[in-house]
């Protein structure tokens, strides 16, 4: 069988989307700690282009961007596929995971901003729940149905990352009130094995990206 | 029985030529249905409600939306042409350079498209870096995929002619045949391919248009 390395880092939401899937596929890997501030030759190497995280490194062969990365792993690994088999299940699959990467970035912008470019950040991030909450999930128990698929691993995010940021600027979006059926999926995506056993401690987290902000909002 | 296959787009957005070259690739039939971005169509609303934009896949009652996963869906569905290559590598290599030609190189070519003065002589140099990469990618090959066209050509597809177009358009000239050998190549490969021939926009008129969208623009900015 042919070598599976993950170079990732503790903190990425995008490396433990492929992280995740390892997981619930049960393939073996061997995982590599990134510092990004002091990229390795290697990781330059398998992604020259963008030099970011997560890279898979499958028999020797670099994968880079997370959402490639998982939809590859289903090509060598069929079993507990991350995307449905039907054309068209696929294509709504496709499209919210785009939903997730393109959209996504909104929260990050209000995490790092303040006042005016904040208060537009919070109103898009809260559009951007409200879409999912009214269009993506309907009464499934996860984005994929029954079992965690490839939209569950492309919004992990929300399930655990969004909290912390929420916590550090005092600012709460995801309401279960306001979002019933988002906030019954991160938990059931958080009691997953496969997800509960690998997620970021949360307050490692709450350190490190209360630090992360410091340093972005000091910089010009 | 013939399954009806419905496209909604506009005469010159590069996202819904995507969807015509792959068709067309294909040999599916299929109706166009042009809509007015300016006074969207309630069928346009109902069928892509989340971003309200084209290019949508109508077939079987169902719609489609997003050109990188109607590309997809074309593939899955109609299995003559393909686009993708076999080996799952193969595969994630087109599915990454679909990508970056949404997420790196257009951003930037935009950016040197709708600026002026000192801002565009510094959006210069970030799109040739962008372009190099592509070079690079590109050397030795006739098209992405290799030796037939494929999804990721389809993706790039737009630079073909709309780079000569806002090259016309600012009078800079981002690439030429010396230092981008490889990229010039493959313009003029993708464009002799007789679907991609076949459906080009009209030259004037998409100089016009994208004229018009560069000069409000720069108002647009010189106001703030």
């Known amino acids: 069988m042919e070598e599976v390395k993950l170079l990732g880092t503790w903190s990425s939401p995008f490396s433990y989307r492929v992280l995740w899937a390892l997981e619930l596929k049960g393939i073996p890997y061997q995982y590599t700690e990134e510092d990004l501030y002091n990229k390795s030759p290697f990781l330059v190497k398998c992604n020259p282009v963008h030099k970011k995280i997560p890279v898979l490194v499958h028999g ?11 939809e590859y792993l289903d090509g060598p690994w069929p079993h507990n596929p991350l995307l449905p088999s039907d ?6 699959a496709r499209f919210w995971a785009k939903f997730a990467d393109d959209k996504g970035t ?4 209000m995490f790092r901003s303040t006042g005016e470019e904040q208060k537009e950040a919070v109103k898009g991030s809260l559009e951007m729940l409200r879409t999912i909450e009214d269009l993506a999930l309907g009464d499934k128990k996860f984005f994929g149905g029954e079992r965690i698929g490839m939209v569950d691993l492309a919004f992990g995010a929300l399930a655990h990352w969004l909290g912390v940021f929420e916590e550090i600027v005092g600012i709460r979006l995801l309401e279960p009130e306001s979002f019933p059926r988002l906030h019954k999926w991160t938990k059931n995506f958080k009691e997953e094995p496969a997800i509960k056993e690998n997620l970021p401690d949360k307050d ?17 | 029985m013939v399954e009806e296959v419905k496209l909604f787009r506009t005469w010159s957005s590069p996202y819904a030529l995507r969807i015509v070259w792959a068709l067309k690739l294909k040999g599916i039939e299929y109706e166009t249905i042009f809509e007015d971005i300016s006074n969207k169509s309630p069928l346009l609303l109902r069928y892509n409600p989340v971003h309200k934009k084209v290019p949508v896949l109508l077939h079987r009652g169902k719609s489609i939306s997003e050109s990188l996963v109607i590309l997809e869906y074309i593939e899955d569905t109609w299995k003559q042409a393909p686009l993708l290559p076999e080996s799952p590598y193969e595969i994630a290599r087109a599915h990454f350079w679909a990508k970056f030609s949404d997420s790196k190189l257009m ?13 565009q002589e510094e959006a210069i140099p970030p799109a040739i870096e962008i372009l190099k990469i592509i070079e690079e990618e590109l050397k030795g090959k006739k098209y992405f995929g290799g030796q037939t066209i494929g999804l990721a050509d389809i993706a790039f597809g737009w630079m073909a002619n709309l780079l000569y177009v806002l090259e016309e358009i600012t009078g800079l000239k981002l690439m030429n045949t010396q230092n981008f050998p490889s990229l010039s190549a493959w313009i003029n490969n993708f464009s002799d391919v007789p679907a991609i021939k076949e459906n080009w926009p009209p030259h004037e008129k998409l ?4 004229q018009a969208i560069r000069e409000k623009y720069l108002a647009a900015g010189a106001t703030k």
Request: aromatic letters at 10%.
């Open chain 1, 87 to 92: 054309p068209y299940e696929r294509a709504v």
């Open chain 2, 207 to 210: 100089v016009t248009k994208f």
């Open chain 1, 106 to 109: 909104v929260i990050w912008t």
């Open chain 2, 107 to 119: 951003p930037a070519i935009w950016h040197v498209f709708l600026t002026q003065g000192k801002q």
């Open chain 1, 60 to 70: 020797g062969k670099p994968i880079c961007e997370s959402m490639v990365i998982l």
């Open chain 1, 204 to 220: 490692k987290m709450l350190s490190n990206f209360r630090c992360l902000r410091e340093k972005l909002l000091a910089s010009p």
